[in-house]
């Protein structure tokens, strides 16, 4: 079946260190891939996408690409602020499985100045 | 991207007790989810629910349990009945958007005690 690896957490980084939170999936077909971000007591926000293999997407200084190769789409980050601690989720959306998300088990990621 | 509300945003509630949940979109959307996110967890869908039909729930999830209505393209509400602690968690509803990335809204936290 479907399903998406996230590395454990949490992490801690220091305020500029490069950050890389690792996510491998299995489907069938294409999928859709995705990272969502959960600030403290907060819902669910969209933080990048991609929708085919060798696609990047990227918002906020954070980068993930598609690759199909690997089945790999590792978030990155070049310098992390001490505001991007929250919790991150890797996810798919698989063709023919009515639009569902499926979620990885989430990486926390704690920044110290 | 679509705005979503939830009401209530938190609640405190007695086991046997019934809490429904609404969940309202600016926008008219095909589709609306709803999931549970237990405490440190990741989300877990419960089911989907579609303007004119029954919800489509998903494996461990029965319609007794969590009764949903879909009124209309923008209006959704999920119903946790006769709650047990067990059922504490963050239920969150979400829409689909246009690249099969979904919305979510800010999230119930429900506390049963």
């Known amino acids: 079946g479907n399903s998406v690896t996230q590395m454990e957490g949490p992490v801690t980084l220091s305020e500029e260190a490069f950050l890389t939170i690792n996510c491998t999936y299995t489907a069938t077909g294409y999928p859709s891939l995705f990272w969502y971000v959960q600030y403290p007591g907060e819902g669910l926000q969209l933080l990048l996408k991609?929708?085919?293999?060798?696609d990047k997407g990227s918002n906020k200084g954070f980068e993930a690409t598609y690759r199909k190769e690997t089945t790999s789409f590792h978030l990155e980050k070049g310098s992390v602020q001490v505001s991007d601690s929250a919790v991150y989720f890797c996810a798919l959306s698989a063709y023919n499985q009515g639009g569902k998300l499926i979620f990885g088990q989430g990486t926390e990621l704690s920044v110290k100045p | 991207s679509a705005v979503i509300s939830q009401k209530p945003s938190r609640d405190i509630c007695q086991r046997g007790t019934s809490l429904t949940i609404q969940c309202q979109v600016d926008?008219?959307?095909?589709?609306m989810f709803w999931y549970r996110q237990q405490p440190g967890q990741s989300l877990t869908l419960i089911a989907t629910a579609n303007q004119g039909s029954e919800a489509t729930y998903e494996s461990g999830f029965v319609i007794d349990k969590f009764p949903i209505s879909r009124p209309n393209l923008t209006f959704s509400t999920l119903t946790v009945s006769n709650m047990s602690p067990e059922d504490s968690s963050i239920y969150l509803c979400?829409?689909?958007?246009?690249?099969?990335?979904?919305?979510f809204g800010p999230g119930t936290r429900l506390t049963v005690l």
């Open positions: 979400s829409v689909d958007g246009s690249s099969n990335e979904q919305f």
């Open positions: 926008s008219q959307v095909t589709m």
């Open positions: 991609a929708t085919k293999a060798d």
